[in-house]
């Protein structure tokens, strides 16, 4: 068959065809085991690290696909942080907060005011420069304003090609989400309080997308 194959006769049935290699060319496309490099940046826990995609959810807020925000989990040693897609050219990365550092950033008395009001206007304002630790001031803004207050549900996995399950009890986990903003629209605080108090806190910053030096998908990453 060699000599049929020089002259571009052949190929029968049962012979493998060649697939071309997968290219990664924009964070939308990242699956679980990809790799992201990250340029020098102010905000150190991502400043010039490889990172690798562990866990993908999505988290909905209603029926269309202009409610769901698509997340992306990078893990770096013992370093965690959180992608999503804004746009072609920018994207939110976020780190989760614990409780001593929040309020090294923000007076308890706010945010219990925040987490207590049922309107839909909310400010949060950040405490004077000085009192916020160097780490934490490249992750954050002098004000935020509220943008959103509503019931979101969390679902684990890769949803962005594939419809939410519609039933309840299909793996959801359900949640009071409260999202502010700064005015230029570069920072946020995100919360998500769960069933039983237990609450989640998110620091983003919006970046541009060449801050993602080089993207690897999982086949070439792990040769």
Same mark, same amino acid.
């Given at each position: 068959?060699?000599?049929?194959?020089?002259?571009?006769?052949?190929?029968?049935?049962?012979?493998?065809?060649?697939?071309?290699?997968?290219?990664?060319?924009?964070?939308?496309?990242? *699956?679980?085991?990809?790799?992201?490099?990250?340029?020098?940046?102010?905000?150190?826990?991502?400043?010039?690290?490889?990172?690798?995609?562990?866990?993908?959810?999505?988290?909905?807020?209603?029926?269309?696909?202009?409610?769901?925000?698509?997340?992306?989990?990078?893990?770096?040693?013992?370093?965690?942080?959180?992608?999503?897609?804004?746009?072609?050219?920018?994207?939110?990365?976020?780190?989760?907060?614990?409780?001593?550092?929040?309020?090294?950033?923000?007076?308890?008395?706010?945010?219990?005011?925040? *987490?207590?009001?049922?309107?839909?206007?909310?400010?949060?304002?950040r405490r004077k420069p000085e009192k916020v630790p160097d780490t934490l001031h490249p992750w954050s803004a002098p004000l935020y304003r509220q943008e959103s207050f509503l019931l979101a549900y969390r679902f684990e996995g890769d949803y962005r090609t594939q419809q939410l399950p519609d039933g309840a009890g299909e793996g959801e986990v359900g949640c009071d989400y409260r999202r502010l903003v700064s005015d230029d629209r570069l920072y946020s605080v995100e919360f998500r309080v769960f069933d039983g108090g237990r609450t989640e806190v998110h620091l983003g910053v919006v970046i541009p997308r060449r801050k993602l030096e080089e993207l690897w998908p999982a086949s070439s990453a792990n040769r």
């Open positions: 068959m060699s000599w049929l194959k020089k002259l571009g006769i052949g190929g029968g049935e049962g012979e493998e065809k060649r697939t071309e290699p997968r290219r990664l060319e924009h964070p939308r496309d990242l *699956l679980l085991g990809d790799m992201v490099k990250f340029e020098f940046s102010a905000q150190r826990e991502i400043s010039n690290k490889i990172f690798t995609v562990t866990r993908m959810w999505t988290l909905s807020s209603g029926e269309g696909a202009a409610d769901q925000q698509h997340y992306f989990g990078l893990e770096e040693g013992g370093n965690m942080v959180r992608l999503r897609v804004v746009d072609e050219a920018q994207v939110e990365i976020a780190i989760e907060i614990l409780p001593d550092r929040l309020l090294q950033l923000f007076k308890q008395k706010n945010i219990v005011d925040l *987490l207590e009001s049922e309107g839909s206007l909310g400010l949060l304002k």
